[in-house]
């Protein structure tokens, strides 16, 4: 499923702020919009993968550094579309490890809302549409050897580019 205000919101932050690129820096990125990027082991839950946290002006996302970096990156950005699109309802989110895909069982299967939007958003912002294109076009590669190299291009999981591409509208096979 495609949000498109999701992906166009995801395209503008990177266009503006000079990040629009294939397997771009997110730490860099967060830098750049002034939050704390704390990476760290959350000894008290070690289901937590990330979580968002915004107090006054003070925005703080916190990221389980015993994950994958891919995951790491995934969940960064998956708090990102958090703060976007829905700090105002909230001002703190705590996500889950897992059990399948991205968050937790919830997220995944899509019964909460805001979980699928902030993984939509992680989606747009780590494999924008038109940058998967443009390496498609100028992969010599097909099937799962192509998801392998996109996936390696854009430092995401196998599976999330799988997603990702699926949810584009790309049939790889």
């Known amino acids: ?23 771009f820096d997110i730490t860099k990125l ?3 919009l002034k939050i704390e990027l704390i990476k760290k082991t959350f000894e008290f839950d070690n ?6 946290a915004i107090n006054n002006d ?8 015993m994950e994958d ?15 976007r699109l829905h700090s105002k309802d909230q001002p703190v989110f705590i996500d889950k490890a897992p059990k399948v895909m991205y968050r937790n069982n ?13 993984n939509a958003f992680a989606a747009a912002l780590l494999m924008p549409k038109d940058l998967i294109a443009n390496v498609i076009e100028n992969c010599k590669c097909g099937g799962d050897d192509a998801v392998k190299y996109l996936a390696k291009e ?20």
């Not at 205000?5 to 000079?18: C, R, V, Y």
């Not at 289901?47 to 968002?52: A, E």
């Not at 003070?58 to 550094?65: D, E, M, P, R, T």
């Not at 430092?155 to 096979?173: E, H, T």
Request: glycine fraction near 10%; charged fraction near 25%.
């Open 47 to 52: 289901d937590i993968s990330g979580l968002l």
């Open 69 to 83: 970096p891919k995951r790491q990156r995934f969940t960064i950005a998956h708090e990102l579309g958090h703060l």
């Open 30 to 32: 967060v830098k750049n």
């Open 1 to 23: 499923m495609i949000f498109k205000h999701i992906e166009e919101g995801a395209e503008s932050l990177l266009k503006d702020n000079g990040f629009y690129s294939v397997g």
């Open 106 to 118: 919830a997220s995944a299967t899509g019964e909460i809302h805001k979980e699928r939007e902030a």
């Open 154 to 173: 854009f430092k995401v999981s196998d599976q999330a580019m799988s997603f990702r591409l699926s949810n584009l509208g790309y049939y790889i096979g």
């Open 58 to 65: 003070k925005i703080v996302i916190s990221v389980n550094s």
